[in-house]
Antibody
Framework: EVELLESGGDLVQPGGSLRLSCAAS????????MSWVRQAPGKGLEWVSS????????DYAESVKGRFTISRDNSKNTVYLQMNTLRGDDTAVYYC?????????WGQGTLVTVSS | QSVLTQPPSVSAAPGQKVTISCSGS????????VSWYQQVPGTAPKLVIY???KRPSEIPDRFSGSKSGTSATLAITGLQTGDEADYYC???????????FGGGTKLTAL
C-alpha cells in the first residue's frame, strides 16, 4: 500500500523559509516522479512542482519559480520542497503526490501559514 | 482563473445520474490524458478516474469518465449521499509545461 507522509509545515513570517519533507513507502520510489500540490484555504488545487525519478526533469509553477526548490533523495525515499521568500499567498495545505501528470496517491497534507 | 473550466456546482437526487464537465484546450486536454479527483471536505483528494476513463480497483463502476476533443466528463450513476464532495479534473499542459487542475465542482445529493 502506497503511503506518503508530509511534514515540516509551520507558521512562518513573510519573507521566511521552510522545508517540507514527504516520506514515501509501498512502491519503488526511484521509478516514479513526485509532485507537490497545494490548496489555499477554501480554494481549489494548485500544482506547485514536480521532479522525475532520476531528478533530471524538474518543473515549477510560475507562481513559485525562483523561490521554491524541489529535490529528492532516493536512498531515503523522500522528496523535499525548499520554500524561500514566503508570501501570504503561499498559505495553504501542501500535499505530496505520486506522479507528474497523473497524481495517483496523495499524502494527508501539511499546513503552511505565512503571517506576521 | 483555472486553465481547465468546471461548473462550480452540480446536484441531483440520490439514485440519479450526474455529470461534471471539464473544458480545456488543445495544449492540455486535447493532447493528454485526463484524471479526476474526489475530495471530501477536510480530507486529501483521491483519484477516481485516470487515463480519461480508467478506474482504480477500489472505485465502484458507478463512476465513469470520457473525453472528446478538448473536453472531458465525469459521470456518476446511482448517486449516493456518500458521493458528496468536491471533484477536480486534471491533466498536463504542453504549452505551459505545467500540471493543471480545474477549479473544482461541488457535488450535492439533494
Amino acid at each position: 500500500e502506497v503511503e506518503l507522509l508530509e511534514s515540516g509545515g509551520d507558521l512562518v513570517q513573510p519573507g521566511g523559509s521552510l522545508r517540507l519533507s514527504c516520506a514515501a513507502s509501498g512502491f519503488t520510489f526511484s521509478r516514479y516522479a513526485m509532485s507537490w500540490v497545494r490548496q489555499a484555504p477554501g480554494k481549489g488545487l494548485e500544482w506547485v512542482s514536480s521532479v522525475s525519478g532520476g531528478s533530471d526533469i524538474i518543473d515549477y509553477a510560475e507562481s513559485v519559480k525562483g523561490r521554491f526548490t524541489i529535490s529528492r533523495d532516493n536512498s531515503k525515499n523522500t522528496v523535499y520542497l525548499q520554500m524561500n521568500t514566503l508570501r501570504g499567498d503561499d498559505t495553504a495545505v501542501y500535499y505530496c503526490t505520486k506522479g507528474r501528470q497523473l497524481h495517483d496517491s496523495w499524502g494527508q497534507g501539511t499546513l503552511v501559514t505565512v503571517s506576521s | 482563473q483555472s486553465v481547465l473550466t468546471q461548473p462550480p456546482s452540480v446536484s441531483a437526487a440520490p439514485g440519479q445520474k450526474v455529470t461534471i464537465s471539464c473544458s480545456g484546450s488543445s495544449s492540455n486536454i486535447g493532447d493528454n490524458y485526463v484524471s479526476w479527483y474526489q475530495q471530501v471536505p477536510g480530507t486529501a483528494p483521491k483519484l477516481v478516474i485516470y487515463d480519461n476513463y480508467k478506474r482504480p480497483s477500489e472505485i465502484p463502476d458507478r463512476f465513469s469518465g470520457s473525453k472528446s476533443g478538448t473536453s472531458a466528463t465525469l459521470a456518476i450513476t446511482g448517486l449516493q449521499t456518500g458521493d458528496e464532495a468536491d471533484y477536480y479534473c486534471g491533466t498536463w499542459d504542453d504549452s505551459l509545461n505545467v500540471a493543471v487542475f480545474g477549479g473544482g465542482t461541488k457535488l450535492t445529493a439533494l
